[in-house]
């Protein structure tokens, strides 16, 4: 029950914010991740948060910020300065474990289209 939205048509350097919300179980005490996946690419990680911390695929650091609102059960990923190779379709996906974690997530979200035009 994981349900994503924010994604859309941005132009090189611009912004967008991901949001991600539970809406059945309760992920709270679950690492939660973005992941994302372009067209004839393998499903890759991108950024993910736990209680302790989060952790960041180098290709995105200091441009995207994961963070989690506990209280409305959501996570957001700010996604600033994009380019065209950050053009995928984005995942959310929860699992056990810390923020170092970088695959093996159980539960998945249905995705949302972020494409960046030059």
């Known amino acids: 029950q994981l349900a994503e939205s924010g994604g859309g048509l941005v132009q090189v350097g611009g912004s967008l914010r991901l949001s991600c919300t539970d809406s059945?179980?309760?992920?709270?005490?679950?690492?939660m991740a973005w992941l994302r996946q372009a067209p004839g690419k393998e499903r890759e990680f991108v950024a993910a948060i736990s209680w302790s911390g989060t952790n960041y695929a180098e290709s995105v650091k200091g441009r995207f910020t994961i963070s989690r609102d506990n209280v409305n059960n959501t996570v957001y990923l700010q996604m600033n300065d994009l380019k065209p190779e950050d053009t995928a379709r984005y995942y959310c996906?929860?699992?056990?474990?810390?923020?170092?974690?970088?695959?093996?997530?159980?539960?998945w979200g249905q995705g949302t289209q972020v494409t960046v035009s030059s």
């Open positions: 059945g179980r309760n992920y709270r005490n679950y690492a």
């Open positions: 996906a929860a699992r056990d474990g810390s923020h170092f974690y970088t695959q093996g997530y159980k539960f």
